[in-house]
């Protein structure tokens, strides 16, 4: 399916809904066990439209076949990837791939992060990340169609698949301007519906270990935790909290390391609870650290970091112990939005 096939197909999944809300419980649950085999039905049909011209080692499950053949065709087909090999990663978001690289693209191996599929994935709390945040297009720019930001605040279907894509738009763009920055990522290579193409960390046999499953001598700890002070730093430069930082997200490779997992990606100045989401991700890598031995003080390390970029050490304040009636309390949450 292309773009407009999803849209189109989105837009007859709303209509249903509205009827649905004219049903009885007992239809409506039959309804949408209804489209949700027809969606199924339609994407295993595309999958083998695919693998009619191209034919991957990697053998997967039917569901995870057809999603994968789905969200990889158009990066096969611009020639970035001529096979995928194995799965290295699997996530509650998304899953990695190992693929061999094609004519497009200067290196042997390279990884393909496919997010699953939107109905599988959790992002209850994902407005935490997304506050100050504008929603972004499949090509990375902010999204100013009038209809897509008014589907996004009704929840539509339609909507949430552009919420959807923007969440992995983050990340890509993001990728970009820290590899362009000097940033110990992998580079990113291509972005299309619903994968991101990168450098691969590893070697045809293994894939880099993340640093949570290591124990590094003391001196190398002390190198790698000045490595990702550096990143840190880094990214508040060019206006990004990682928002998830830990040993979990930080790869390491022959002495080197690299930082992944960028979709929730927050930034300071317009999200109000970003001094104390940055202060969590220092304190992440300080606990891990801490056990490598490195000595570290988490809280004295974010203040100096945040303060050095011109931001200010603010509390957030949770709407429900604010009163609309004082001025004070206004001003407040006025400076939270």
């Known amino acids: 399916m292309n773009t407009n096939d999803y849209i189109k197909f989105f837009e007859e999944l709303d209509d249903s809904n509205d009827e649905d809300a004219r049903s009885s419980p007992k239809r409506t649950s039959q309804r949408r066990e209804s489209r949700k085999l027809e969606m199924d039905a339609r994407l295993f049909v595309h999958a083998q439209e695919i693998s009619r011209e191209f034919q991957f080692t990697y053998k997967a499950a039917r569901f995870e076949e057809a999603w994968l053949l789905d969200s990889l065709v158009e990066i096969a087909e611009h020639q970035w990837i001529s096979d995928v090999l194995r799965k290295v990663k699997s996530g509650k978001e998304a899953s ?154 930080i790869l390491y490779w022959e002495g080197d390391i690299a930082l992944i997992d960028f979709p929730q990606v927050v930034i300071p100045e317009s999200n109000p609870a970003s001094w104390s989401i940055f202060l969590r991700d220092v304190t992440r890598i300080c606990q891990y650290f801490s056990t490598q031995g490195v000595r570290c003080n988490a809280r004295k390390l974010a203040s100096e970091l945040w303060v050095s970029h011109g931001h200010r050490i603010v509390k957030e304040v949770d709407p429900r112990y604010l009163d609309p009636d004082k001025a004070e309390d206004r001003r407040i949450w006025a400076k939270q939005k």
Not at 112 to 133: C, E, F, I, M, T
Not at 154 to 178: C, D, N, P
Not at 182 to 200: H, K, T
């Open 96 to 249: 990695v791939y190992l693929c061999r690289s094609g004519g497009g693209v200067d290196a042997p191996l390279v990884a393909a992060k496919v997010y699953r599929p939107r109905s599988l994935r959790n992002l209850k709390n994902d407005h935490q990340y997304r506050a100050g945040r504008a929603d972004l297009d499949e090509n990375g720019n902010v999204i100013v169609d009038d209809g897509a930001l008014y589907a996004m605040q009704k929840r539509t279907a339609y909507g949430e698949e552009v919420r959807h894509q923007s969440w992995i738009a983050y990340e890509f763009k993001t990728l970009e301007i820290l590899h362009q920055a000097g940033a110990d990522v992998p580079r990113p290579y291509a972005m299309e519906r619903n994968a991101i193409l990168m450098g691969f960390v590893g070697d045809l046999a293994n894939a880099a270990p993340t640093l949570h499953s290591l124990t590094l001598e003391l001196d190398e700890a002390k190198t790698l935790f000045d490595r990702v002070l550096r990143n840190i730093d880094l990214m508040l430069a060019h206006d990004r909290i990682h928002g998830d930082l830990s040993a979990f997200n």
